[in-house]
């Protein structure tokens, strides 16, 4: 089973600041890296696929980078609706698996 | 999009089965795979498993033992049944359309919890 591991586990940061989140996978899962955004009380919500592919409706301040065991998530500028927790998932092998999250919080 | 809604007791018995139905509308159960995810209380996201119109199946090595999945094509449904839960299946439970693996569409999640 691909392990994932998402830094920091708390990131606090102001609006309009840029975000950096981290995700290493314990072996490569080559681009096949998702990433998705929960609010407390919602279902996650698809932000990313395929490690740099915005899912539909997602705005461009949202980006995703890397390869192999290591990747990034960017939001660009935060907005106040994007405070929400994080999670990356890889679909290389089976079963899928979610990283532990990254709860970004208002600064 | 299609809209998921996940039904079943919210309320399980130690040792008996959970059972979980997720409605499809807005769009055919036929043309995707689905999948269930759970989460329990203040914690991440665990994959269960998913199903195909044809009834083919892909479980969690962690659920496979206890775990069926079913679907009903002629209802826009499937289902999940976790046989002899404990209070670790306690948490909410997702269904979600897949799309090659990922999950681009999702209900809003039934809290189930295991309790005498």
């Known amino acids: 089973e691909v392990v994932l591991t998402q830094s920091p586990a708390t990131l606090p940061l102001s609006p309009g600041e840029r975000a950096t989140l981290s995700c290493r996978a314990s072996?490569?899962?080559?681009?096949?890296l998702a990433w998705y955004q929960q609010k407390p009380g919602q279902a996650p919500r698809l932000l990313i696929h395929?490690?740099?592919n915005r899912a539909t409706g997602i705005p461009a301040r949202f980006s995703g980078s890397g390869s192999g065991t290591d990747f990034t998530l960017t939001i660009s500028s935060l907005e106040p609706e994007d405070f929400a927790v994080y999670y990356c998932?890889?679909?290389?092998?089976?079963?899928?698996?979610f990283g532990g999250g990254t709860k970004v919080e208002i600064k | 999009q299609p809209h998921l809604q996940e039904s079943g007791p919210g309320l399980v018995k130690p040792s008996e089965t959970l059972s979980l139905t997720c409605t499809v509308s807005?769009?055919?159960?036929?043309?995707?795979?689905w999948s269930w995810v759970r989460q329990p209380a203040g914690k991440g996201l665990e994959w269960i498993g998913r199903?195909?119109?044809?009834?083919?199946?892909e479980y969690d090595p962690s659920f496979q033992s206890r775990l069926t999945m079913s679907v009903d094509t002629s209802k826009n449904q499937f289902s999940l049944n976790l046989r002899s839960v404990t209070a670790a299946d306690t948490g909410l439970y997702f269904c979600?359309?897949?799309?090659?693996?990922?999950?681009?569409?999702w209900g809003k999640g039934t809290t189930v919890t295991v309790s005498s």
């Open positions: 998932q890889q679909r290389t092998n089976w079963p899928p698996t």
């Open positions: 395929d490690a740099s």
């Open positions: 979600a359309r897949n799309f090659y693996y990922f999950l681009d569409v």
């Open positions: 072996q490569s899962v080559g681009r096949y």
């Open positions: 807005g769009g055919s159960i036929s043309d995707f795979y």
């Open positions: 199903i195909y119109k044809t009834g083919r199946t």
